[in-house]
């Protein structure tokens, strides 16, 4: 691969496709806000305001693909952040004729009963998935209309390398139950719960930006069976031969009554039933049409841990 890709957002997402790319030997731009982070070998920064229509078509010209791994700091900033930074991606797609590929999560399902699988509904209401919702539908007009080729692979709760507490719940938690404390998750710690590693997402973002018969739809990334908050915690602490403390789960006065005054926790209550039932993410189709499959567990649960230890 000699081509160049322009990934946009330098989170654990952003970079672990970049580094991916490099690897493959293609000509990387890591762009984001400040254009600063860890050197990676063979990817070139790039400091830039991804709302700048004119900023991003220049960014993205000769672009065989631009990947949209933007991932705003705050739920709380979405209804004005997302807007205009996806009326850029469109049209920088549609200047440059590179295809767009879309990092996303599954909020736009909304509650469901059973597995997710590709081909649901949007048919969330809230006000956070209804934005991500949107943002794909004005992709797939303009890709059905011709006008530029979109694809968009959706993952559940990150682990993995560089995740932090504010991108992955397993973070937040992980490095105060690796050192056996008492640790409080969200919803129920007994529910089924899947977990994607931001590497398998990279793969999947890579692996149908360069298949046009993958481009106009939605996948999911390769994610493993689905496990509990508390078997995650078990089995992260295991990896590194630890034992964790007990785990309960954040009372729901907490989010009502805090939500009053507190923006995020407000925010986190349109997202609840995603813990307090089971959430889990069926990938097989794009393991068996693209050849993907998932991280083994054990080295998911490892990198969470590394990751966390450093952290704590």
Known sequence: MNERHVVVGAGPVGTATAELLAAQGAEVLLVSRSGAGPELSGVRREAADVSDVR??????????????CVNPPSYTVW??????????????????????????????????????????????TTKKARIRAVMWAEARARHDAGRIAAVEVRG??????RV?????????????????????????????????????????????????????????????PARTQ?????????SVGRRIGKVKTMPH?????????VPVLRELRETEYQFTRPYVLDSSEIEERLGLAPTPWDEVCRATAENALRAS
């Open 164 to 224: 932090s507490p504010t991108t992955g719940h397993v973070a937040r938690v992980a490095p105060a139950a690796l050192q056996g404390r008492t640790v409080y998750v969200f919803g129920r710690a007994d529910q089924p719960h899947s977990f994607t590693d931001v590497r398998d997402m990279a793969r999947a973002l890579v692996r149908v930006a360069g298949e046009p018969s993958a481009w106009g739809r939605v996948w999911h990334a390769p994610t493993n």
């Open 253 to 261: 006065a907490l989010l009502s009554v805090g939500g009053a005054v």
């Open 230 to 238: 508390a078997e995650v915690l078990q089995d992260v602490a295991a």
């Open 156 to 161: 559940s709760d990150y682990m993995g390398p």
């Open 79 to 124: 209804p004005e952040f997302w807007p205009p930074v996806a009326a850029a991606f469109l049209e920088a797609a549609e200047w440059s004729g590179a295809v767009l590929v879309t990092a996303a999560a599954l909020y736009p399902y909304g509650p469901v009963e059973g597995a997710m699988v590709e081909g649901l509904p949007d048919a969330a």
């Open 55 to 68: 900023r991003l078509v220049e960014l993205s010209e000769g672009a065989a693909a631009l990947y949209n």
